[in-house]
């Protein structure tokens, strides 16, 4: 199995920035596809961002698109989200997870290893 594990998570002003890492050990593949996803208290688990092992294509929510960019680093497999111009409404637990099958899918049920979560909190 794969296992994910992501950090980074705190606390920042509004307008703020933060780096929220993804590492993924075990058995994975260079196919895979990993995911960015936030789940605020009392509502639904929200897509992020996405981005190709194999190539570094990558995928983006359209509330984030131009403040948050994923990356990612071979070497050390890991993924980075970095997240700029942060919002109140964007305080969540983020979520880092891999995709077997469907790489860069927008759905949390096309993922097939998750992580347990970082909190990040945004104040006004």
């Known amino acids: 199995q794969v296992r994910v594990l992501e950090s980074g998570g705190g606390l920042v002003q509004a307008g703020g920035s933060l780096r929220l890492s993804c590492a993924a050990s075990?058995?994975?593949?260079?196919?895979?596809?990993l995911g960015w996803f936030r789940q605020a208290p009392g509502k639904e688990r929200e897509f992020v961002a996405a981005?190709?092992?194999?190539?570094?294509?990558?995928k983006y929510a359209d509330s984030v698109k131009g403040r948050f960019t994923i990356s990612r680093d071979n070497a050390k497999n890991v993924v980075h989200l970095q997240m700029n111009n942060l919002k109140p409404e964007e305080t969540a637990v983020y979520y880092c997870?891999?995709?077997?099958?469907?790489?860069?899918?927008?759905?949390?049920?096309?993922?097939?290893?998750w992580g347990q979560g970082t909190q990040v909190t945004v104040s006004s």
């Open positions: 997870a891999v995709d077997r099958m469907a790489p860069l899918s927008r759905a949390h049920y096309n993922y097939d290893y």
């Open positions: 075990g058995r994975t593949s260079s196919t895979y596809g």
């Open positions: 981005i190709s092992w194999s190539d570094g294509i990558t």
